[in-house]
């Protein structure tokens, strides 16, 4: 071993051998399963099941009536059935080991490729901050259930020097011109304690006037401060970035005019969330919605969507984001390990039938339904003069053609030096590197 590895890449190391060992091992003991039982008809009754599963699935959220409760019956019956034969061959023992060993092994592998990544974390930390002298925060006393209360973000940024500005939830309020009246008034820095859709509105303003930008964790996912590496648990924290602060460049992304730190949402999801009962009931009123807009002939403007002048499949939903996700196969999911690449990510969801529903939910990411790529642009049009959209959550309509685009390194987004989620955490794992970390030199695992 080499004497200059840390113990990071020590532990990077042993996290990968225990992937690959616990990953050969279960393809080992399937191999013996199928030699010594029927192995063709165990794997036809598997795949069987995984297939009525997904068919199943797709009914319950594309069917009403009769056809939503027998998928439901196919859902729940075509799994318990699998459990049914293979206990009845004696195989669910080994199918559990089987299970078992390909857990830890992906398990080890992320910790490990994890482990890697804080061992060269000399990424996204950013150049010293200037001091500023009359900084603004905004902030939602709404936002996060009351976290600007509870966590006392407002007594903690006056200490701090700050002037805040509390919105009046009672009434609507142009947030983007209360950062516009701060900036007139010697504002050297904006910053925002609320969800992701007030924080683009103020990021823009600052992009606008070349200010930095702060982001506290005031909202209820907080999507964009989860990939600044900012303490999600604790939004005064962020707080820091004012005494102790680094600077990075950051995307913006821009829909129809319109700011976006995440993501710009077309097609289904956009559609249901311009509702008012989704506020109250997100599963229910998905469940009422979705059998008409994912019909052939589905409620709503049917999209047309190029990526950089490619056209797209009928996207029946597309989302378009601020940087490409790293986690792929759960659409959209996951992290975005850079925020500076000075690209879209587009994920597009087209799906024929039961047959696709059940390709999609066994492949992913994989499935012919999905397309996945990166843009500098996206144009979403319809045969109509708006469409439903939902920006970083936010449902707008906005006018057609919807062009998406990226401004490239506009944000000066300045956070804490020390920030518990700065290193990229890979999430899509590369078993090439796995392999690499687990049996070469460290540090030669491809990017």
């Known amino acids: 071993m080499d004497p200059a590895d840390t113990r990071d890449d020590r532990r990077a190391r042993a996290l990968a051998q225990l992937a690959v060992v616990c990953a050969a091992a279960s393809v080992i003991y399937l191999l013996t399963v199928v030699l010594l039982y029927d192995g063709a008809r165990l794997l036809l009754i598997g795949a069987a099941t995984l297939v009525l599963a997904a068919i199943g699935g797709w009914w319950i959220v594309s069917r009403r009536g009769p056809l939503r409760w027998i998928g439901a019956a196919l859902a729940i019956a075509a799994p318990v059935l699998m459990i049914v034969l293979f206990t009845r061959d004696g195989v669910w023992f080994d199918g559990m080991v ?35 002298q009359r900084p603004v925060l905004i902030m939602n006393p709404k936002s996060g259930d009351g976290k600007v209360g509870r966590f006392h973000l407002v007594e ?42 007030t924080q683009a509105l103020v990021a823009a303003v600052a992009a606008e006037h070349r200010l930095p930008f702060l982001v506290l964790s005031a ?9 600044l590496g900012l303490d999600r648990d604790d939004p005064a924290a962020g707080l820091d970035a004012l005494r102790d602060g680094v600077e990075l460049r950051v995307d913006l992304g821009v829909a129809g005019g319109r700011p976006f730190v995440n993501t710009a949402s077309f097609g289904a999801y956009a559609q249901i969330v311009q509702s008012e009962e989704y506020r109250n009931s997100k599963s229910g009123t998905m469940l009422n919605q979705l ?95 708006t469409i439903p959209v939902a920006l970083d959550g936010e449902a707008l ?26 290193v990229p955490t890979p999430v899509k794992i590369d078993w090439r590197a796995v392999g690499t970390l687990a049996f070469g030199r460290f540090g030669a695992e491809p990017e």
């Open 397 to 422: 309509q906005l006018d057609t053609p919807v062009v998406c685009a990226i401004r490239p390194s506009v944000l000066r987004v300045r956070v804490p030096r020390d920030r518990p989620g700065a």
């Open 291 to 385: 059998p008409d807009l994912l019909a052939d002939d589905g409620e709503g403007p049917a999209l047309r969507a190029q990526s950089d002048g490619d056209q797209l499949k009928q996207p029946q939903v597309l989302l378009v984001t601020n940087n490409p996700y790293a986690e792929t196969e759960t659409l959209g999911g996951g992290r975005r390990p850079r925020l500076d690449r000075g690209l879209l990510g587009v994920v597009a969801v087209h799906i024929e039938g039961s047959l696709g529903a059940a390709e999609l939910a066994m492949l992913g990411a994989s499935s012919r339904a999905v397309t996945v790529r990166t843009a500098h642009e996206v144009r979403v049009d319809a045969d109509a003069t």
């Open 98 to 132: 089987v299970t078992a060993l390909w857990i830890l092994a992906l398990l080890a592998a992320r910790a490990a490729l994890r482990k890697a990544a804080a061992a060269r974390a000399a990424t996204t930390r950013g150049v010293p901050a200037a001091p500023v």
């Open 156 to 197: 903690k940024a006056e200490a701090l020097g700050a002037k805040v500005v509390l919105l009046d939830v009672s009434q609507p309020q142009d947030v983007a011109e209360l950062a516009r009246a701060a900036v007139r008034d010697g504002a050297d820095l904006l910053g925002v304690a609320g969800g992701d859709g």
């Open 219 to 227: 909202g209820t996912r907080n999507h964009f401060a989860m990939d």
